[in-house]
């Protein structure tokens, strides 16, 4: 960029905030219930700052110059935030291509006469603002990764809860597929659990699994192998009927591995193991 374009940008900043303002706050698009006005504002003057201060001739189109690192640094925090706050791609893109513009519109206002280096700073203009849109999202992008990859996270740790059903007696409600990321889950949320209690009877119901394959099968086989090694038996409740069709057909063997039909039948027979005895009491009406 020429000494006096540069130089010119530089004296228009408060211009071109003004006017990337106005364009933000016109946009039909504006998420105001994720972003106030002056949180807006804000992150703009920080913005225009640290970008006119590195517009110079010499490091214009290298971005990977450390003169660059501050504008990286905040257009990489600020597209992280807006990830995590729940803006879109779209709308977080447009945060830069709004400035583009405003830019774009102070040069043709100021350089007039001169089309052929209109032309010419506009096109770097456009190159470096369409370099730093694709910084905007790349980092939008793994922050919204991270995002997806906690709430993973989360609702796997609320899919596996471990519920003691009775002294000495738990349970584990499985609901979805079960992969071996959510098997290791599983595993230990139910040791751990098991070892607090000092329970000696573990239930696997698998009601909400859709299907069971051989590599749910092998899964389910390392949870009660792990839960046995721990002291504790371990029973697979919830085998429906094309379930245990489809455990056949595939030539898998749970023959040594206690199972039933329900998790009502699973307790009762949890409960003849333990030798208790759950009884209803009449109530007499007295007269």
Not at 78 to 101: D, H
Not at 160 to 188: C, F, H, K, N, Y
Request: proline share 2%; with cysteine.
């Amino acid at each position: 960029m020429s000494q006096k374009a540069n130089q010119l940008l530089k004296n228009k900043k408060k211009n071109i905030l003004e006017l990337w303002m106005k364009n933000q706050l016109a946009d039909e698009g504006l998420r105001e219930d994720l972003i106030s006005n002056d949180e807006l504002r804000s992150q703009s003057e920080e913005l225009i700052n640290a970008l006119v201060t590195n517009l110079s001739g010499e490091n214009f189109t290298n971005l990977d110059a450390d003169e660059w690192s501050p504008v990286i640094e905040i257009l990489g925090g600020i597209a992280i935030t807006r990830a995590r706050q729940g803006f879109s791609p779209r709308e977080t893109g447009n945060f830069v291509f709004s400035l583009k513009e405003a830019i774009l519109e102070v040069l043709q206002q100021e350089i007039t006469g001169d089309q052929s280096n209109l032309y010419t700073e506009s096109q770097k203009i456009n190159r470096l603002m369409d370099s730093l849109s694709v910084v905007t999202f790349e980092t939008f992008i793994k922050g919204r990764e991270e995002v997806i990859l906690r709430q993973t996270d989360e609702i796997t740790e609320i899919s596996t809860p471990v519920i003691r059903v009775w002294d000495g007696i738990l349970a584990l409600p499985i609901i979805g597929t079960l992969d071996s990321a959510r098997t290791q889950i599983v595993m230990e949320n139910l040791l751990q659990e098991i070892v607090e209690t000092g329970s000696s009877i573990a239930i696997l119901d698998i009601s909400g699994v859709p299907a069971v394959d051989s590599l749910v099968a092998q899964h389910l086989i390392k949870t009660v192998s792990a839960t046995r090694l721990m002291g504790a038996e371990c029973i697979i409740s919830g085998i429906r009927p094309e379930i245990a069709q489809t455990v056949v057909h595939l030539g898998i063997d749970l023959s040594n591995i206690i199972t039933k039909a329900s998790l009502a039948s699973a307790l009762a027979y949890s409960f003849r193991v333990m030798r208790l005895e759950v009884k209803k009491i009449s109530t007499v009406s007295k007269p």
